[in-house]
Structure formats: C-alpha cells, structure tokens
C-alpha cells in the first residue's frame, strides 16, 4: 500500500498533467477537442480527489492507532493478579448502563443502573428533556456523535465556525459592535473632546429541536453482543441531524429555524450569471476589511462544483488561482492563498445564486446544547421484530458580525 507521501507525490503529478492538458487549449482548438481535453482533465481531477479521501482515512487510521497506543493507566503492564482492579468511574458506569438500555431498554437494567440513570437525568434536566421513555446521552457517546455531526458539513466543524456548547437551551442574547467607522481625532491645547458612541447591538440565539427520525434495529441485532450497536446506532443518527442541521446553518431563513451565513452575509456582485471570473473573486475578497482577511479563520466556502470550475482558472499573469496542497510542508491546498472548506449547501453557479462565501468563519456562531436524548420504541414495531430508537438534539447559528463575512451573487 502506498505511503501517505507517494500518494501526495501521485497527487502533484496529477495536478501536472491536468494542467498540461487545459494548456493545449487554444483560442482555435476544435469544440470536440475542447471537450475531449476538458473531460480528460477533470477524470485525473476527480482521481486527485480520490487520492485525497484515502489520505484522509490514512490520516485518520493513523490518529486512532495512536490514540490506542497510548498507556492508559489502568492497564496492566505485567501480572497485577495479585493487585486490586481500579474501580470504573462515574463515567464509565454511566455508559456501560446506557449500551445496556439500548440493547434490552430499562428492563434490561440493573437496580445499580438504574439508579445512576435516574442520578445523571435528573442532575441534567433543563427545558425541553426528553425524560418520559428516554435518556440523555453519556458524554464519550456525544462527543462521538459530534464528529458524526461534523462529518455531513463544515459549519458544525469548530475549525470553521466558532462552536458554543451549553448546558441548556434558553435563549441567549450576543452583544454585537461595529466601530469601523469611527476613527480618533486630533485636537489642540484646551480643546473639548467630541463624543463618539460606540453602537452595540443583539442578537438573539435560540435552541431549535432536531430528531434523526426513528432508527430501526433488527431484535437479532440487538442481541448480537459482537454488533457495536452503539456505534451503528450513532452513526446513523449523526448523518441524518448533521445534514440538515449544516443546510439550516448554511442557508437557513432565520424563520423558526437557523439564520444561515450565505442568508446573513453580505454579498459582492459577480460579473455573469453562469460563470465566476479572476475578477470576480478579487471584488469578493476586498468586500471584506483587511482586518478580517488577516483573522486565522479567514477561508472561502463553497460546493464541489464550484470547485472543480475554479481550478481551471487562472490570474492576469496566467497563473492558476487554485494551488494543491504542499508535500514537504504539509500546508493545505489554497484559491488566492486563502485555504477553503467544501459545503454541499452552498448553491453551483446560477443565475440569483450565491455560490461563494468568503470571511472570517468563525464570526458565525453554532450554539449547541450538550444535551442529546434518545428515546427507545418497542411496541410500535414489536410486530416486525425491530426496536426503533430517536434521538433529538437542539442548536442554532447566527453570524454575529455581518461585516466579517460576504458572498459572490451572481446576476
């Protein structure tokens, strides 16, 4: 199996030929040609980007193994037969009854689990628990499901936008500023200093409910110890929440649901309705204030196909605008030097569309609350063998400074 570096080396040459190919295009080459050398340049494209989701799960593999490797204190390191075993923790008791109530629900539950179930929920009750039927999520199982979450988009990736975990789900007012456009004076001996207001502003941030729907779990496999049912059960529901919950907080209405940063945003116009030009991308990035494009959250946002037409564009001086990522240095792949972040929910080129986002990410905040409920149905499908489970989650985004962030709007 090639290495992480061979398939990076692979990735360069890719990027070589891809780019030899668009500069047999001429202003006379045939129409046919055209397309013929456009497919053949974005196959090796699309093979880059193939090298690029086995690097990330090389990436990833290796994270793991790590994080395995590591001693663990409570392991034993020779024959400790002899010695006490170190008592599990709060924490670990909590899980070990969790998988038990996913498994056999609160029948299957011992006197002991029961009692710091019902010591956990009650000590995390707040607005809106799911409490009849149901138990609030052990903290390794939603930690997981964050990265589950994160996983079906980058606005719930706290290295995009700023994350605001909560306990609980009321309502919080952020105070807002913007002083841009004020600046300091100069004054004489026993002059009076004029007054200049700096004006604060709110906004409001709530907590709207999302479900996953029902999951449905075979009784087999609920009785099958070898199935990590946890961890089926989790991924499941990461995927479903995380999708919508990354389109609300991408292009929500603000109307009983997420204000969206592409809604939120300002926009900077682009010169045609089916295209985006060097230009184009220019406008938009002097749209936003020097003092934002220096913030270390400062990136572009947009779709895979947005993509793939801006890595066949090049500057005035014929350079291409898009660079891969650098072998040696490790530094991801830029537009314009800036790094960027795929999002499915930004909408393609288009007429009234917005299909780039650039600023600083992380003025966008994503509020979530830490409580994750599921609850466990079994009579509703007792009939076809299955035990459904539900979870719900609540969150909200709002983009705090609406300066720090502009889209590309196309005509």
């Given at each position: 199996m090639p290495t992480i570096l061979e398939m990076r080396e692979k990735q360069q040459k890719l990027v070589a030929d891809a780019r030899a190919l668009l500069a047999d295009i001429k202003d006379d080459t045939a129409e046919a040609r055209v397309a013929e050398l456009e497919?053949?340049?974005?196959?090796?494209?699309?093979?880059?980007?193939?090298?690029?989701?086995?690097?990330?799960?090389e990436e990833d593999l290796e994270a793991r193994e790590r994080d395995l490797n590591t001693a663990d204190e409570r392991r034993p390191v020779a024959d400790t037969r002899g010695e006490k075993v170190a008592e599990k923790t709060a924490d670990e008791k909590y899980q070990d009854a969790f998988r038990s109530f996913l498994r056999g629900g609160v029948a299957n539950l011992s006197a002991e689990q029961r009692a710091i179930i019902?010591?956990?929920?009650?000590?995390?009750?707040?607005?809106?628990?799911?409490?009849?039927?149901?138990?609030?999520?052990p903290g390794v199982f939603q930690a997981e499901l964050v990265k589950s979450l994160k996983a079906w988009?980058?606005?719930?990736?706290?290295?995009?936008?700023?994350?605001?975990?909560?306990?609980?789900?009321?309502?919080?007012?952020?105070?807002?500023?913007?002083?841009?456009?004020?600046?300091?004076?100069?004054?004489?001996?026993?002059q009076q200093v004029s007054v200049a207001?700096?004006?604060?502003?709110?906004?409001?941030?709530?907590?709207?409910?999302y479900t996953s729907g029902v999951v449905l779990v075979s009784d087999e496999l609920l009785?099958?110890?070898?199935?990590?049912?946890?961890?089926?059960?989790?991924?499941?529901m990461g995927e479903r929440i995380g999708r919508i919950a990354?389109?609300?907080?991408?292009?929500?209405?603000?109307?009983?649901?997420?204000?969206?940063?592409?809604?939120?945003?300002?926009?900077?116009?682009?010169a045609g309705a089916a295209a985006i030009t060097f230009d184009d991308l220019i406008n938009l990035e002097h749209s936003v204030d020097p003092a934002y494009r220096s913030d270390p959250s400062i990136k572009w946002?947009?779709?895979?196909?947005?993509?793939?037409?801006?890595?066949?564009?090049?500057?005035?001086?014929?350079?291409?605008?898009?660079?891969?990522?650098?072998?040696?240095?490790?530094?991801?792949?830029?537009?314009?030097?800036?790094?960027?972040?795929?999002?499915?929910?930004?909408?393609?080129?288009?007429?009234t569309n917005?299909?780039?986002?650039?600023?600083?990410?992380?003025?966008?905040?994503?509020?979530?609350?830490?409580?994750?409920?599921?609850?466990r149905l079994v009579e509703r499908y007792a009939d076809y063998g299955q035990v459904g489970l539900i979870g719900f989650t609540r969150l909200d985004g709002e983009l705090l400074d609406t300066a720090a962030v502009k889209t590309l709007l196309h005509p």
């Open positions: 497919g053949q340049h974005d196959a090796a494209m699309a093979e880059f980007d193939k090298l690029e989701a086995r690097i990330k799960r019902k010591t956990v929920e009650e000590r995390g009750q707040s607005v809106g628990t799911q409490t009849q039927g149901g138990y609030l999520v988009g980058p606005m719930l990736d706290p290295g995009v936008t700023r994350m605001l975990p909560t306990s609980t789900g009321a309502t919080i007012t952020m105070p807002t500023m913007n002083d841009t456009a004020n600046v300091g004076a100069l004054i004489g001996e026993n207001e700096i004006a604060f502003g709110t906004k409001s941030i709530d907590a709207y409910k009785q099958d110890a070898v199935m990590d049912v946890e961890g089926i059960v989790r991924d499941a990354n389109t609300h907080l991408t292009t929500g209405d603000g109307a009983s649901k997420p204000n969206g940063i592409v809604t939120a945003a300002g926009t900077t116009a682009a946002m947009f779709n895979d196909a947005t993509l793939k037409a801006l890595r066949k564009l090049k500057d005035l001086e014929g350079n291409y605008i898009w660079q891969p990522a650098d072998v040696k240095g490790g530094a991801p792949a830029t537009i314009l030097t800036y790094g960027y972040v795929i999002n499915q929910a930004v909408a393609d080129i288009g007429t917005k299909s780039v986002v650039f600023g600083a990410m992380n003025k966008y905040i994503v509020r979530m609350v830490k409580e994750f409920a599921i609850k």
